[in-house]
């Protein structure tokens, strides 16, 4: 699976951005789509994950504020992010689980990494 991602940019805290990833390469076993992200000077970890069944799950720092869709081909996924604050600024990566048919939650087996996004909130 190659993944794309796209829609970072600068924006002023409060304000909201659109992040999309786009995919290409063999899906039939999808289990989970995710956000992660990259804070400067931290370590990259996730935002935001849906399964192949639909229910999503958030970390707590975004709770409330982002929200994670798809298309229904499961090409695509998406990241609306509203009242950006300045601590999310960072790189924004999309991932696809593809590996544990078991899958029960969390980030850990997320492996297919593409190109991220800048995303710079200023205050």
């Known amino acids: 699976v190659q993944l794309q991602a796209s829609g970072g940019g600068s924006v002023q805290a409060g304000g909201s951005l659109r992040l999309s990833c786009a995919a290409s390469?063999?899906?039939?076993?999808?289990?989970?789509q995710a956000w992660f992200r990259q804070l400067p000077g931290k370590e990259r970890r996730g935002v935001a994950y849906?399964?192949?069944?639909?229910?999503?799950n958030y970390d707590d720092s975004v709770k409330g504020r982002f929200t994670i869709s798809r298309d229904s081909a499961l090409r695509s996924i998406y990241l609306q992010m509203d009242n950006l604050k300045t601590e999310d600024t960072g790189v924004y990566y999309c991932?696809?689980?593809?590996?544990?048919?078991?899958?029960?939650?969390?980030?850990?087996?997320?492996?297919?990494w593409g190109q991220g996004t800048q995303v710079t909130v200023s205050s």
């Open positions: 991932n696809y689980e593809t590996s544990q048919s078991d899958y029960k939650g969390g980030y850990e087996f997320f492996d297919h």
């Open positions: 390469g063999d899906i039939s076993t999808l289990y989970s």
């Open positions: 849906m399964t192949l069944g639909g229910k999503t």
